[in-house]
Structure formats: structure tokens, C-alpha cells
């Protein structure tokens, strides 16, 4: 989820001098137009201590007319707002039509602070952000703007940060607001809480926007540009319920996961050789303790055309006893799949306690490859991240092992591997027009990849991103990786 | 919310036969509508035992082509179903497009029955229900068509039809199959939780509708009334998401539950006189120990113009120590009031603890007067019902004590009252033209009124119903209701 938050970031101050003032008088005119068109509009401003929440928001302030702009903190309760409902307070603080609330982590501070000091159960925390859901739901089908930002910085940006508070002093001034607030945290916990908190109200109502703040111009103007979008959006949208929605990471460079994957990790025929029955025997010793307690598996398999998942499929099914183990290589869907919720092929596949499936390609299909060539509409597709995260909620809750896995390879193999193939008889069939067709989409695809990670890769259920220019290296990793987290849930329970 | 399911039904086997023909036809036209627009459908069927669940399900098969009907129950979880994620088995089940899935209590019955056995916490059937409202939107965003039949019997006819099937021996055979379901628990326990589960489910995408199944050619005929009508708008809406939302009440008869309140109830001067001071000097009391423990209290009133809403109300104010009470006239909102949701003018009006607060009208004039008048546009009055249950399930959770008052008068004491206010100089002023205009209204709104009355009578928030032809007789069961609340409540904690 905060992969793309975490990347390091190469920005001048000149890219920012260039860029800021367009952004800014962009920006100010949105404001107006909301105004003019009476759209109310919520900004909650929240992230990890340290990384420019107070900032922003003051800059929010310089930024745009701060006339109808309304700042709120919701901090300790008044005794007028513990006498009354919960939400009482946040109904009060609601902006007007055509007014701006920029409110400091919003309806989201007091359930994450209850959690963090651990006065709330897990179910009481799924309720909780129900209750949130429902609220935002209700706001936004009003016609209310609500733009969550998360102002993300990895742990260690966060430490140089608190280190260069306590080195200037600021740490005092911040220190007194952070008291009122979830400053007090461990980041381990904060992020872990927030994980949860946004995989469970990430909508397509009201998104988060994970905002990469490790530097602190690329984090302004990351905001304003998220905001611009929102607005631009939401102005579009008037009498039009149908417009595009919004890329997750509006930021001032094209920043892509996959570009910060490390390609030169390999290994060699001998260290494959050696590894590959170590790792194959321990996985088929683990696979069977999984059958006899009743744990199923499901672990799929995405990446690009060429990238090696069949390879790494299959020294994986190798390794499982075959009574135990099946797997399903999605294409297109058949007559009786088309008939159906796009979700419902997928289900038909989830293994009885204990047994192992493998999907080569799965349910993403709908937010890659249906995206792209557009069938799916912009309405389905975009709703599908949030289906696709309650999908994968009662997976886990029901005690699945789900194993998600993206094999990467560059542009120039893929190229290598499509020549390969179209050079041996044997591998012929594997390569068609239409492999070469989606290599020429790459861009949609690398913008598709993209947002997949960001909203789909949760707390509980991560994305595993696997360097596959060389096989030796990606197969042992898939391998590896099945089996620590095999291994993991089997010390669970 | 059972109110209109359990008014007396009069309805002759000639006017059975009449009306049955045309609509089998026309139900049968709509199936095969749907099967060529590639809709699919959902029916669950669901009510008390001894409803005819089952007949009802025969009826369906018989009536239209059984060939694309898949009728489903689910009973015992087989162990291909125990070992997967709960919602597998029905997804499995799912019809496809252009199918009919006739589904026997569906994804309620096993939360229902583990609520009935205790096994569930109040937070945990509520998260169940938010479970499958998130079900149930995946699938009609999809394009599904969910029509959700609760057949209602009172208790008096449960008791009635289980004495017959006792006679007639039927009972064994009907035995074998309630055994598999929840038809072993007592009437009240299956009342309440339904009462529950309908309130957390009755959601704009996919309603209950309450049939009145006293009579079973009644009953056949309104649920084939309310099959038609959901189908003809699932046709309609194809491309345009807008259609007209269906009416709750589907009957052979327009049947009003105003239309069965005892008018002529009434209460002499002296008695009144002897009871005023009396109820007066409890509710005093009763409101001092509320305030002291910090119970608040929210009573509204809605009620046709001049059915003597302010009287009652006065007799409450002028009992209730003015420091700790207030209230709210709602007329047309204030320039602020129109720049929110339409919620927040009542949020603000929320009392502290311990106090009260009046409403001499309420938010539900989202689904009367603006309705009727068209002043809030169908997809606004017609989510505004989940609104307004989720609003007052905030305000019952946080410990508010809600009363709703529903004054009723007939046309002609109204007429009557309306000609003594032109005739008295002092009462002159209380009359307007508007209020002539909307006595022409009143089919309109007495069609709204028990739409209201179904969608929001629920099991934490019901509404009482005062005669109010007599002033005297009406003034007293306001002031005794209240009473009767308020002391029910001070026991509880």
C-alpha cells in the first residue's frame, strides 16, 4: 500500500520554483469554481507524525482564499461533544456548499488513537470504519467533495526527521500539539493501524491519496496536484455521475514501483541447483502439515508477458503432492463466467481446507488487462479495487493463506524473450500478435501496475514483487517466499 | 415497520380470480423480458413460519418458466461449504444472467438462526448485515435485480394457521423441513431478530418487502404486484440509473395503516381534567431524574395540519422544567440549513446529556413534504430512508431516548378545525393557503406517510400513532407514552 510513498525522490528546488506558481493560480481558480458551483468539500489531512501535516495545512491556508476555508482539529472531546452522539462533532464542523473543511485526520483520529492504545477490538475497529464508510457515503452522494490525503514517509525518513526536530528545536512547538494527537505512537504502530484504517476505507467515494512526503517540495506539490484533479473532477461531474475517477498518485514526476525494482539480482545454474530441492522438499513438507491442518492456500501469479510465471508455477506444483494441489490458468472467460460478477469465476476456484490453488493470472485481470483495453468501463474497473479488497477480507478472515505474487521483467528481456520464442520451434505457440500489441501498451500498463499496488497491496494481503530478469533468481524467490509465509501462518495457530 | 403487514385483509376469492390471470400473464411476459435483456435475479424468500414460504416458492415455479429458475435453500452446510470462506456457497449459487434465483431465506437465514441460538453479540450480527448489504451492492452494481420478500403473519395469525396445520396434519411434512431452518424458534424471538436484520438490510439497492400474508390469495397477489414491479424497473433503468424507486407496499388493495387507527376514541373534560395534573407531575419527575442521570431525550412530532400537534406539545413543555428543554420548530430551512445535508439542521438540535429537545416536525419531512412536492428529487427522498435509520441508530446507540409521534385526524375533523380557525380572529393566523393546498395533496401524502411508516417504524426507532380526532383523548396519550418511555428507559441502566 505505501510502496510508491516510499520511494526516493529526486526533485530540485528549480522543478519546484518552475512548477509551483501554475499550481498555485490553478489551484485559487478551482477554489473559486467550487464556490461558484456550491460544491462543499472536505480535506482531511493526515500521515505519519513528522511528515508536514501542520505544513500543508497552513500552506493549504496560504495557498487558496482561507476565507472559506474551515481548519478543525478533533482532539480531546468538549464535555458539549462527549454529551452527545459520537459523530455530533464531525456533523458540526461539516463546511457549506461551496466552503472548504480542512480537517486534521478528521473522523479517522479517535477510533485509530482507542486502537493504537489498544482499547478496541478488531471487530470494533471493522465497525467503527463501517460507520465512517457509511458517513462518507452519505456526504459525497449529497454532493459533497471528501479528498483523504495520507502524507506517508517511510521509517527511516521519519527518523531523520524526528532527529532533525530535536537538532533545531522545532521538536518543542510540536511536541505540545502531538500530545493532543496520535504524535505520541510508535511509527511500527501507527502504520500498522493507518494500514488497516485506509485498506478499510479506501472507496471509490472518497479515496485516499497516499502522498509521498520525504521531500518536502515534491510532497506540496503532490497535494496541490491531488487536489486540482479532485476538484477538476468533481466540477466535470455535475449532472454527470460518470467521470473518470482519479489516479491514486497525482505526483510531480511519473514515479513508478516497478522502476525501483532491482533487475541485477541473479543467481547462477549452481546456486539454482542447489537451492531448488532444498527449497522444494521443505515446501512439500509444509504443504502436507497444511493439509492435515485443514489451512488452504491460494497464491496467484501476475506480471508481465514472458516474465517466467509458468516456470515458477511449475517448480512450485512440482514440489506439492498432486492430490492436493490444482492449478487455473485464466483466459479469457468462458459463456457461463461471462454470464456472471467477474468475482464469481475466481470463487469458483477457492480451494477446500487445506488444499493448494495456483492462479496464472487472476481476479486483477479486471484492473489490468480489462482497464486497459477497456472491457471494463471506467465505473466497473474502478469499483473493482474495492471489491477486490473485500474479496480477499473474507479469504483471510476465514483463514485462507493468500499468496500474491508480480514477476517483473524489463522492457529489453521481454524483447529477448519474445525473439527466443519466435526463434524456437518448441516455444513458437507461447508468442502471439497480441503479446506484441500489449507490449506496445506498456505505459497504460506501467499506470495500471501502479494503482494496483497502491490500492490493492494491504496489511493483509501484500504484494510480492519479484525481480525476474533472471529465472534462476525469481523462481527460487517465488519458492522462498511460499514457503516463509507457509510457514508463518503455520506457527499461527 | 410490521404495521402495514398485519392490518385485516378483505379480500374475495372472485376478485382473486380476476386479478390473478392478467398478472400471471404479465409475470410471465417480464421473465421472459428479463431473459433477453441478460438480467439476472435474485428472490428471497423469507417470513415467519406458516407464511407459505414454501408455497409461495411452488406458486413461482408454476407461474413462470421453471426452466431458468434455480431454487435454492441453505440449510446445513455441507462440508465442501464448511471448509471455505462462508459466502461460497453463495456465490456457488448465484444465478446467471437472464436466471431467476428463487433463494429460501438466502444469506440470512444462517446469521438469523445463530442469533436466535445466542450465538452471535449484538456486534456481530451487525457486522454480518453490513456483510451482506456489501454483498448485495457488489451485485447490483453489477446489474442484478434483489427483491427481498419478508411474508408477515401477526401473531395472533401465526397461532391460528399452526393450529390448522395441527388439524389437518399437514404439519408433519412441514415439520421435516422447519427443523432445517429457523422454523423451531418461538414467533416473538423470530420477529425481533428479523425486525433487526430488515432495519440493517433494507438498503435503496435491494429492499424488503413486507407482504400481509393473512390471506393467502392476498398474499399470492401481492407478491406477484411486487415481482412486476421491481422487474419493470429493472428493465426500465438499463441505461439510465434514474428509474423510479418501487413502492413498498405492492397490494392488491391500497391499504393504509392510518386508515385503521381508532378515531373515535376520545377522553371527556373531567377525565382529562383529572389526568393532565396527573401525568404532568410524573413526567416532571421522571425528566429531573433523567437530567440527573444524563439520559436525553429527543420527541418529534409530525401529524396531518391541525391535528393539534402544538397542544400536545405544550402539555410536555409545560411539564418539563424550561431550563432543561427546548424546541424546535422546523419550517422551511434557513439560508445555512440549505447549504448542508439536510440532516445537519436536526444534528444541531441534538441535546446535551440529560436534556430535551421537541420537534414540532422533523427530518422526516425529506420523505413527506418533500416528496410530495417534489422539493427533494426522487433518488434523494428514496435513500433518505437509510439515512434516516442509520441517523437514529447513532442516536440509540449514544443512549438518546427517541420518541416519534404520528397526530392523526380525519379529513373531516380536519376540514372542521381549518373552518373554526377562519372563524376565530385569534386563530386566524394559524391557516393558510398552503395548508388548503396540501389537504388536496392527501392521497399523495398518505401514500408517503405509510411508505414512511413501513421503511421507519424499526425495532429501536418505532413510531406511535395517537387518534387525535378527540384534543382531549390525544393530549393524554402523548403525555403518557412519553411517561411510559422514559420510565422504561430509567429502569434499564
Known amino acids: 500500500m505505501f510502496e510508491s510513498a516510499e520511494l526516493d525522490v529526486d526533485y530540485t528546488k528549480e522543478q519546484y520554483t518552475a512548477e509551483l506558481a501554475g499550481l498555485r493560480l490553478q489551484l485559487f481558480k478551482m477554489q473559486q469554481d467550487l464556490k461558484s458551483s456550491k460544491i462543499p468539500m472536505i480535506i482531511i489531512v493526515d500521515g505519519v507524525p513528522g511528515a508536514g501535516r ?7 491556508n496560504e495557498w487558496m482564499d482561507s476565507r472559506n476555508i474551515i481548519n478543525r482539529t478533533f482532539w480531546t472531546e468538549t464535555s458539549e461533544e462527549t454529551e452527545r452522539p459520537e ?15 480542512v480537517f486534521f485526520s478528521g473522523w479517522y483520529e479517535k477510533p485509530v488513537m482507542k486502537a493504537l492504545a489498544g482499547k478496541s477490538k478488531d471487530s470494533g475497529f471493522e465497525q467503527q470504519m463501517n460507520e465512517i464508510v457509511r458517513l462518507e457515503r452519505m456526504l459525497t452522494a449529497d454532493g459533497m467533495l471528501i479528498v483523504k490525503l495520507w502524507l506517508h514517509l517511510s521509517g527511516d525518513s521519519h527518523k531523520k526527521v524526528m532527529k532533525k526536530r530535536k537538532k533545531t528545536g522545532v521538536n518543542k512547538e510540536h511536541k505540545s500539539f502531538e500530545n493532543k494527537s496520535i504524535g505520541k505512537a510508535a511509527y511500527e504502530s501507527i502504520r500498522k493501524a493507518y494500514a488497516k484504517a485506509i485498506r478499510l476505507t479506501d472507496t471509490k467515494e472518497a479515496h485516499w491519496y497516499l502522498i509521498n512526503s520525504q521531500d518536502n517540495r515534491y510532497r506540496n506539490i ?9 476538484m477538476q473532477n468533481a466540477l466535470d461531474k455535475r449532472g454527470n455521475s460518470a467521470a473518470a475517477p482519479v489516479n491514486p498518485v497525482t505526483s510531480p514526476q511519473s514515479m513508478l514501483i516497478l522502476d525501483n525494482v532491482d533487475l ?7 546456486e539454482y541447483s542447489a537451492e531448488l530441492p532444498k527449497y522444494q522438499a521443505e515446501l512439500h513438507a509444509l504443504t502436507l502439515e497444511a493439509f492435515s491442518r485443514g489451512i488452504s492456500t491460494v497464491i496467484l501469479f501476475e506480471g508481465w508477458d514472458a516474465a517466467g510465471k509458468g516456470g515458477a508455477i511449475r517448480r512450485i506444483t512440482s514440489a506439492i503432492d498432486a ?7 485464466v483466459a479469457a472467460p468462458t459463456d457461463e463466467e461471462k454470464s456472471h460478477h467477474y468475482l464469481w469465476r475466481f470463487w469458483r476456484y477457492i480451494p477446500r481446507a487445506g488444499y493448494v490453488t495456483i492462479f496464472d493470472r487472476s481476479w486483477y485481470g479486471r484492473v489490468l488487462v480489462e482497464r486497459v483495453e477497456g472491457f471494463a468501463c471506467a465505473d466497473e474497473w474502478s469499483r473493482a479495487y ?21 514477476v517483473h521483467i524489463s522492457q529489453e528481456e521481454q524483447l529477448k524473450r519474445f525473439k527466443d520464442r519466435e526463434a524456437s520451434e518448441l516455444k513458437r505457440y507461447k508468442i502471439t500478435d497480441e ?9 497504460l500498463y506501467n499506470e495500471a501496475i501502479n494503482d494496483m499496488f497502491i490500492r490493492t497491496s494491504t496489511d493483509i494481503a501484500p504484494w510480492t514483487i519479484i525481480a525476474g530478469n533472471s529465472k534462476y533468481y525469481s523462481r527460487i524467490e517465488v519458492i522462498k517466499t511460499v514457503c516463509k509465509a507457509l510457514k508463518e501462518r503455520l506457527k499461527k495457530k
Chains 1, 2 share one sequence.
Open 264 to 270: 541485477t539480482l541473479e543467481l547462477t545454474k549452481k
Open 54 to 60: 501542520g505544513e500543508i495545512v497552513n500552506l493549504l
Open 222 to 230: 503532490s497535494v496541490i496536484k491531488t487536489l486540482i484533479s479532485n
Open 386 to 406: 474495492e471489491e477486490i479488497n473485500e474479496f480477499e477480507r473474507q479469504l483471510e478472515n476465514s483463514g485462507v493463506l493468500l499468496i500474491k505474487f508480480w
Open 435 to 443: 503479446d506484441w500489441r500489449n507490449r506496445d501498451k506498456s505505459p
Open 87 to 101: 459523530f455530533w462533532r464531525y456533523w458540526m464542523a461539516l463546511p457549506g456548499k461551496g466552503e472548504i473543511g
Open 323 to 329: 492430490r492436493m494441489r490444482r492449478t487455473i490458468q
